[in-house]
Each structure stands twice: as structure tokens, then as C-alpha cells.
């Protein structure tokens, strides 16, 4: 089992920036693709970013792209996702994901294990 901890959200003017953490914990691998999605009210869960397990290769949407950067540091199982130029089109529940395979996914049916979400709420 893999427990994935999310943390970092909160309120934040439009403009402004936020960096979420996701810290992973149990049979944790390095190899595993972990991404972020998110969830705005009456919404899908959508893709965010993802980064590989083998070569660190990072995926965005491409409303992220430019503005979202993911990272993740293996001697601390934590991922993060830096978040700047937010939008009040960010606000969601942000969710960390760990899948067993190195290959980023942006299906969300894809991940066997989830966090419990950490709320962004952006105001314009």
C-alpha cells in the first residue's frame, strides 16, 4: 500500500502562487509515475501534471503549461506542484496520484492510489 499525503493549499489572490506538497509513504518507489489532478465543484477530475518514475519526464495540460511546474524529490518520497499566474479558474481540489508503472497517465483511472485532496481556492 502507498499513503499519499497532500498539503500547501489554501486561499490566494488571483496573480498570486501557491506550492503543494504530496508526501508518499508505505511501499513507496521511485519508479512510480505520480501526477496531479484536480476536481472544481460539478466538474471532472482532470490532469494537471505528472512525472515520471525512470527519466523525470514532466506532462502538462496545457493550461498549466508555463504557469505549473512539478517536481519530486526521491530521498523525500514528496512530490510538489508549483503553482504561479493563478487564475480563479484554478480553484479545485487538488489531488496527489501515485500509479505502480514509470509512464505518466492523465487518465485518472489509471492510478491506484489517491490522496485526499488539498483545497485551492483562487479569488479574483
Known amino acids: 500500500q502507498v499513503q499519499l499525503v497532500e498539503s500547501g493549499g489554501g486561499l490566494v489572490q488571483a496573480g498570486g502562487s501557491l506550492r503543494l506538497s504530496c508526501a508518499a509513504s508505505?511501499?513507496?518507489?521511485?519508479?512510480?509515475?505520480m501526477s496531479w489532478f484536480r476536481q472544481a465543484p460539478g466538474k471532472e477530475r482532470e490532469f494537471v501534471a505528472g512525472?515520471?518514475?525512470?527519466?523525470?519526464?514532466?506532462d502538462y495540460t496545457d493550461s498549466m503549461k508555463g504557469r505549473f511546474t512539478i517536481s519530486r524529490d526521491n530521498a523525500k518520497n514528496t512530490v510538489y506542484l508549483q503553482m504561479n499566474s493563478l487564475k480563479a479558474e484554478d480553484t479545485a481540489v487538488y489531488y496527489c496520484?501515485?500509479?505502480?508503472?514509470?509512464?505518466?497517465?492523465?487518465?485518472?483511472?489509471?492510478?491506484?492510489?489517491w490522496g485526499q485532496g488539498t483545497q485551492v481556492t483562487v479569488s479574483s
Open positions: 496520484a501515485a500509479r505502480i508503472v514509470p509512464g505518466v497517465s492523465t487518465s485518472w483511472y489509471s492510478y491506484g492510489y
Open positions: 512525472i515520471s518514475g525512470d527519466t523525470g519526464r514532466t
Open positions: 508505505g511501499r513507496t518507489r521511485s519508479s512510480y509515475a
